[in-house]
């Protein structure tokens, strides 16, 4: 396989799903374990996260790890739009501090992120190896018992995007900020969006609050959420993984290209063959 040294993978969601909090968790978890470094790329402080692109370093040694990239919500009034732009991310890469203006943004903002745009030359191109949903799982279901479905059948159509699908798997989905919800109506929550999306449970969706009922990170005495994490990361990673290709070595090009010849010159021969025994029927006839 040909594996990148960094794996990259991006949060994607509605705005409001918590993406954000969810790499302050991830600051949170694998920062304080004390094995797993974790940084921005830059030293500078983004004013502008709802505009750009962050991306996130986590070193696993000195020469691999993966990045994580907090990416501009999307609008439920505008998901063809968002929808187009998370395809160009999954297709064409993404870079720190990459512009996300879209059409509903007032000049006066264009005009303002036009020098702090500049920065991001230095920042390379990574191509996305695996998605993760983020969806506010407090807000589907409050929006599902007033009868407004737009967060819910959004967020369905992010997850069904097919530019999300790598290796003809489904992204990962999180839920956050179920801690604003009661212990029953998370559990009924989790259950009916699940089966709504097509998501198995047990392996495709994470509960993960991201905060705790006094509105803080969950602390070392919250096993549960920083296991969830964890998992819901390292999955993300397998997945990155078995997107790659095989790679093709010079023995494999000669066998494609000796194959291809083989069919040909049998190709040629059954057209022969056809050929001479349609003409030696027709001498017979008129014989």
């Known amino acids: ?21 969810l790499v302050n968790l991830m600051y949170s978890v694998l920062g304080r374990s004390g094995l797993i470094p974790f940084s921005q790329t830059s030293n500078e402080s983004s004013r502008y996260t709802t505009m750009y692109l962050e991306e996130h370093n986590v070193l696993r040694s000195l020469r691999s ?9 999307l609008d439920v009034n505008q998901m063809k739009e968002g929808l ?57 279901c409050n929006g599902v018992q007033s009868g407004d479905l737009k967060p819910l059948e959004a967020t ?6 097919p530019a999300l699908r790598k290796s003809s798997e489904s992204p990962i989905l ?3 900020h179920g801690d604003e919800l ?26 993960i609050p ?15 959420t920083a296991y969830a994490l964890a998992e819901a990361v390292y999955r993300a990673l ?18 494609l290209v000796l194959s291809w010849f083989m069919c040909s010159i049998g190709s040629f021969f059954a057209l022969l063959a056809y050929f001479f025994s349609k003409l030696g029927r027709n001498n017979k006839l008129k014989i």
């Open 156 to 161: 369905k159509d992010l997850f069904h995007c």
């Open 238 to 255: 397998l997945q990155a993984d078995r997107a790659h290709l095989p790679k093709k070595k010079l023995r494999d090009r000669v066998s």
């Open 84 to 140: 187009d732009e998370v395809s160009e991310w999954m297709n064409n890469g993404v870079r720190h501090y990459q512009l996300c203006l879209r059409p509903g943004d007032d000049v006066f903002r264009r005009e303002a992120l036009v020098t702090p745009m500049m920065g991001n030359a230095r920042f390379g191109t990574r191509q996305v190896n695996c998605a993760l949903v983020v969806a506010n799982m407090a807000q589907i």
């Open 65 to 73: 790890g993966f990045c994580i990239y907090d990416t501009r919500g």
């Open 1 to 21: 396989m040909v594996i990148p040294p960094i794996m990259m993978v991006v949060l994607v969601g509605l705005s409001g799903s918590g993406k954000s909090s």
């Open 182 to 207: 009661s212990p029953e109506e998370r559990i009924i929550g989790r259950l009916k969006i699940s089966e709504y999306l097509g998501v198995a449970e047990t392996t495709g969706l994470y509960d």
């Open 174 to 176: 999180i839920l956050t």
């Open 210 to 224: 991201c905060l705790t009922e006094q509105g803080i990170l969950p602390e070392e005495s919250d096993p549960v």
